[in-house]
């Protein structure tokens, strides 16, 4: 029995282990594949106090040894469920159960995907949602990204240092990105930037050959000969396993207020799966401190 298991080892699920070992309690962090979150994939973050540049993985590294080193212990199983029994809540993982007096779900998000026919089959096959994991293997190769939030736009500008050429497809006629992202941008000659256009076919052999983008204006369809296809098209939070425990709103975010509380008493939580107006890794991580400080409140009053 742990005072508190938390669900996810990004940002917010590390910052609630250290929040929670420093007030003394036993921590659990559950996480599927490794720590550091989507983050992790972030080659400079520029945008956190104290350090002006540090890479995702750099960052991510730094938190875990961290919380590690204040004794949380860490367990790689992916969660599949939750189950309230008031004073005790037990954490499914597909290996184990465990339990704790209280739960923070820090689960984060995943990313969107298209919807395209052999999109999953072709993921690892010219089709990627990473472009710092991935930009290495197209070096002087023909690329586009889809989207025309801050990622496409950053994911863009990456990708443009390593490859031939890049098309940004964007399916309105302005970015919701910033706009210092998109001016950089403007000024990259190996650059085409396609608006109001969306990706309706991925063309293969064995791997992506190719894309098929139709104007959304005149339905003119252009084929593109392409290595690559990264698709930014946002991402989508990990909620579902909860869903009886907490509320949801419209777009699958737990419905909780800034104190991370959700509607199930001893159940919390932080980061990029609550609905919030900001999602940066500064929120993220003062959602971690938040919620372990009213899991710690929580459980003190049970005493
Ligand atoms: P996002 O801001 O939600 O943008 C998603 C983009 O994908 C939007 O332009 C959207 O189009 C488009 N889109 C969504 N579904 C689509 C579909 N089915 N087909 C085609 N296009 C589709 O997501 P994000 O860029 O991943 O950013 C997420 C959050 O992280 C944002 O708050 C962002 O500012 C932040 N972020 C910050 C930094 C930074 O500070 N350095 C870096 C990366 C991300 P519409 O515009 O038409 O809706």
Redesign the pocket.
Known sequence: MYDIIIVGAGPAGMTAAIYARRAARTVLVLEALSYGGQIINTPDIE?YPVEAHISGFDFSTKVYEQAKGLGAEFKFEKVVGLRDEGAVKTVVTQKNEYQAKAVILATGSEN?K?GLEDEQKLTGRGVSYCATCDGNFYRKKVVAV???????L?DALYLSDLAQKVYLI???DS???EETNAARLSERENVEIIYNA?VTRLLSEKRLTGIEVTNKLDGSVRTLEVNGLFI????VPENENFAGLVDLDEAGYVAAGEDCHTRTPGVFVAGDNRAKM???LVTATADGAMAATEAVKYINAMA
């Open positions: 945008n969107r298209l889809v989207g025309g939030g801050n990622t496409a950053e964007h399916r309105r970015f919701r990105g969306n930014a098209v946002g991402r900001l999602r940066q």
